[in-house]
C-alpha cells in the first residue's frame, strides 16, 4: 500500500472512533439553587416578606432563630416561593438571624436582619435632693440601648443597673452625709448614643443640732434602770470572712423565748452586740441591708416584750483594725480618717432612724473594744497613746451627732460610749465625754472588766483555763496574784474618775470562763458573787458575757441558751442565781465582807 493509501485510511479509522464516542456518553446538566433576594430587613414591629427559590430538587429548609417563621410553597418547574415571617423585636438590641435552603449539593444563606425600637432617652427626674444625712435615691432612664454616665463628685456616686427588657435602666444615686458646714451640689450625665440628660443632685450641710431637754442622769438612776445584764454575745456580732451572720459561731437563732427567760432568770437589761460587716452598701451613702437590720429591730423587739431594758451597739466592725473601724490607719491616714467618720455618721443615722421611735428601755453604744490590733501592747500604742486616744474621742463624737441630729426620741436618749479597749485603765487615762446636746447629761462611759484576766480568759496550751482558783483562799501557785483588793479598786478607780465627776458608768462586759470539778466551780462561783457584790454597793450596772459556748475552758462561756432561753447546765444555773442573789439581796448582814468570808476553804 502506498503511503498515501496508508494516510487516508487511517484518518477514516479515526473519525470512525470519534464518531462511535460521541454517541456513547450523554452530555452531565449542572444543579441549580439560587435565592431572590439573599437578605431581609425588617423593622421592630416585624412583618412578613418572601424569597423566591430556583433549585434542581424541592429543597429543604432550616432556621434555628425563634422569633422567625419560615413557611415553603409549592415546588413547580424548579421554582418554589418562602415566606418568612419575623416577631416582633422586644428585645433592647438589633438581631440577626438566618434561613438555610438545601438543594442538590449547594446551600444558600438567606441573611435576615430586624432594628430594634427606638426609644429617645428620658429620665423620670432631672434633679434629685438629699438630705444632710445622704443616702440613696434612683433615677430611672428609657433609652434604646444601654446608657453610660459620668460626672459627680467624691460625695456622691451614680451608677447604672442593666437595662431591663422594657428598656428602663435603674440608676443609684449614692450621697453622703454632709457634714461640711456648707450646702453642696454637683451633676451626673446619662449617655445613650449621641443624646444626654444632665441631672442636677443638691444636699443641705447638718445644721445646728437642738438641744433637748433631759433631766440629767446619776449613777443611781442608771443603775437602778440598768442594774444586772445579759449579753447576747456570739450572735448578731458573729460573723465569717468579714460577712455577719446569727448563727455563724454556733448559736441558734434568738426567739422570744430567750429573752422570757433571761428575764425570768432575774436580769433587768439585756446587751444585744450587732456587728454590720457584709451588710453595708457602697460608698459615699453606707445603705445597710434591709434584712439584717431588721433582724436587730426584731431581737430588740423580744427584749422589749419581755420588760427589758436593751442596748445595740456596732461591735466587730473594730475588731483588731481588721476592718472599716480601722484606728491603725486612722492615726497615720487623715483621710482615712475622715472617710471612716462619714461611714460612722451614716451608719449611725440609719440605725438611730430605724429605732427612732423606740423608748428609753432601747440604749444606743457608740462600738466595743477599739484598739489597734495590739489590745494596749502595740509599740505604735505604747509610743503615743493619745494619738489613738484622740481619734477614739472623735469617733465617738460623730456617733453623737450622728444620733442627736435624728431628733425624735434620740434627741435624748441615753448613749454609752467606751474609751479605748473599754479597758477600765485606758478609759481613765484618755477619755473624753463628747458634747450632747441635751440640757442634762445623757452620756455613759462604757467599760469591760475581766480582771484578772489570767483567771476568767486566759489559757494554757491545751486550751485550758490557766487558773482555776482565785482570791484570798486559793492555793498558792494555781491563782493569779490580783485578788480582791484589785478587784475593789478598780472599781473605785472608775467611780473617781467618772460618776464623781458627773459621769455615770457601766460595765457591759464581766464574766469568767466556766470551770469544771467540784473546787474550781466553787471558785467560779465565789469570784461571780464577789464582782457582782462589789458593783451592786457601789451602784455599776453591769453585763454579764453569755457567747453561748458549752463546755469548760477558756472562753466557753455558754450561761443561758440563746435559742429557747433555758439555763445551759445545773452548774449555770446555780452561778446565775448567786450573781442575782449578789444583786438583790437586801438583808443587812448580807455584806461584800461576809460574801468574802465565805470564800472557799480548801
Known amino acids: 500500500m502506498s503511503v498515501i493509501k496508508k494516510f487516508y485510511s487511517a484518518l477514516a479509522a479515526m473519525a470512525v472512533l470519534v464518531s462511535c464516542g460521541g454517541s456513547s456518553e450523554e452530555k452531565q446538566v449542572e444543579p441549580v439553587l439560587s435565592a431572590n433576594p439573599t437578605s431581609l430587613s425588617f423593622s421592630s414591629d416585624g412583618g412578613t416578606q418572601t424569597v423566591n427559590i430556583v433549585s434542581s430538587i424541592d429543597p429543604s429548609i432550616n432556621c434555628k432563630d425563634s422569633w422567625l417563621t419560615v413557611t415553603k410553597g409549592a415546588y413547580s418547574g424548579q421554582n418554589v416561593q418562602l415566606t418568612i415571617t419575623a416577631a416582633a423585636n422586644g428585645t433592647t438590641s438589633a438581631r440577626k438571624g438566618n434561613v438555610s435552603v438545601n438543594g442538590d449539593k449547594k446551600t444558600v444563606t438567606i441573611e435576615v436582619n430586624q432594628a430594634v425600637v427606638t426609644y429617645p432617652l428620658e429620665i423620670d427626674k432631672a434633679s434629685v435632693s438629699f438630705t444632710y444625712a445622704g443616702g440613696s435615691q434612683a433615677v430611672v432612664a428609657t433609652s434604646t440601648s444601654s446608657v453610660s454616665i459620668s460626672g459627680g463628685a467624691d460625695w456622691c456616686k451614680a451608677t447604672a443597673g442593666n437595662q431591663a427588657e422594657d428598656r428602663k435602666t435603674q440608676i443609684a444615686v449614692l450621697a453622703g452625709p454632709n457634714l461640711s458646714g456648707a450646702s453642696r451640689s454637683t451633676t451626673f450625665t446619662i449617655k445613650c448614643g449621641s443624646e444626654s440628660k444632665t441631672v442636677e443632685v443638691t444636699q443641705p450641710a447638718l445644721g445646728a443640732i437642738a438641744t433637748a431637754s433631759a433631766a440629767a442622769l446619776t449613777q443611781e438612776s442608771v443603775y437602778d434602770m440598768l442594774k444586772m445584764g445579759w449579753n447576747l454575745g456570739n450572735q448578731m456580732e458573729a460573723n465569717n470572712n468579714g460577712v455577719a451572720g446569727e448563727t455563724i459561731w454556733g448559736n441558734k437563732k434568738a426567739t422570744q423565748a430567750t429573752f422570757n427567760g433571761v428575764k425570768a432568770a432575774g436580769y433587768s437589761s439585756v446587751r444585744i452586740p450587732v456587728t454590720y460587716l457584709g451588710h453595708i452598701g457602697d460608698a459615699p451613702a453606707y445603705v445597710l441591708e434591709d434584712k439584717w437590720i431588721d433582724r436587730v429591730a426584731e431581737i430588740v423587739g423580744y427584749?422589749?416584750?419581755?420588760?427589758?431594758?436593751?442596748?445595740?451597739?456596732?461591735?466587730?466592725?473594730?475588731?483588731?483594725?481588721?476592718?472599716?473601724?480601722n484606728i491603725k490607719d486612722a492615726v497615720s491616714n487623715k483621710a482615712k480618717n475622715d472617710a471612716i467618720k462619714l461611714e460612722i455618721f451614716a451608719i449611725w443615722t440609719q440605725i438611730a432612724e430605724k429605732f427612732k421611735d423606740k423608748g428609753e428601755f432601747l440604749v444606743f453604744e457608740s462600738f466595743n473594744e477599739i484598739h489597734d490590733g495590739g489590745w494596749g501592747w502595740s509599740d505604735a500604742f505604747k509610743a503615743n497613746p493619745d494619738a489613738q486616744y484622740k481619734i477614739l474621742n472623735e469617733w465617738n463624737q460623730v456617733f453623737v451627732d450622728?444620733?442627736?441630729?435624728?431628733?425624735?426620741?434620740?434627741?435624748?436618749?441615753?448613749?454609752?460610749?467606751?474609751g479605748y479597749c473599754a479597758s477600765p485603765g485606758f478609759t481613765i487615762a484618755g477619755f473624753k465625754m463628747p458634747e450632747d446636746y441635751t440640757s442634762g447629761n445623757r452620756i455613759l462611759v462604757a467599760v469591760h472588766d475581766y480582771d484578772p484576766y489570767d483567771y476568767t480568759l486566759n489559757k494554757d496550751d491545751k486550751g485550758n483555763c490557766l487558773y482555776d482558783q482565785w482570791g484570798h483562799t486559793a492555793q498558792a501557785g494555781k491563782a493569779p496574784s490580783d485578788k480582791e483588793e484589785s478587784l475593789v479598786k478598780t472599781f473605785e478607780d472608775l467611780l473617781a474618775a467618772?460618776?464623781?465627776?458627773?459621769?455615770?458608768?457601766?460595765?457591759?462586759?464581766?464574766?469568767?470562763?466556766n470551770h469544771s470539778g467540784e473546787v474550781a466551780i466553787a471558785f467560779q462561783r465565789y469570784y461571780l458573787e464577789y464582782f457582782c457584790k462589789a458593783v451592786a454597793d457601789r451602784k455599776i450596772p453591769f453585763f454579764l458575757w453569755d457567747n453561748g459556748a458549752a463546755g469548760f475552758g477558756s472562753e466557753h462561756m455558754g450561761y443561758i441558751n440563746h435559742g429557747d432561753g433555758t439555763y445551759s447546765t445545773e452548774t449555770s444555773k446555780m452561778l446565775i442565781e448567786t450573781m442575782v442573789k449578789a444583786v438583790t439581796t437586801t438583808d443587812p448582814s448580807y455584806t461584800l465582807q461576809s460574801v468574802y468570808n465565805s470564800a472557799p476553804v480548801l
Do not use: Q
Open 303 to 325: 427584749a422589749e416584750n419581755a420588760g427589758l431594758k436593751a442596748i445595740i451597739n456596732i461591735h466587730h466592725d473594730g475588731a483588731d483594725s481588721n476592718y472599716w473601724l
Open 498 to 513: 467618772f460618776p464623781a465627776k458627773g459621769m455615770p458608768l457601766y460595765i457591759g462586759e464581766m464574766g469568767s470562763s
Open 402 to 418: 450622728a444620733v442627736r441630729a435624728t431628733g425624735g426620741n434620740n434627741a435624748t436618749r441615753i448613749l454609752g460610749v467606751p
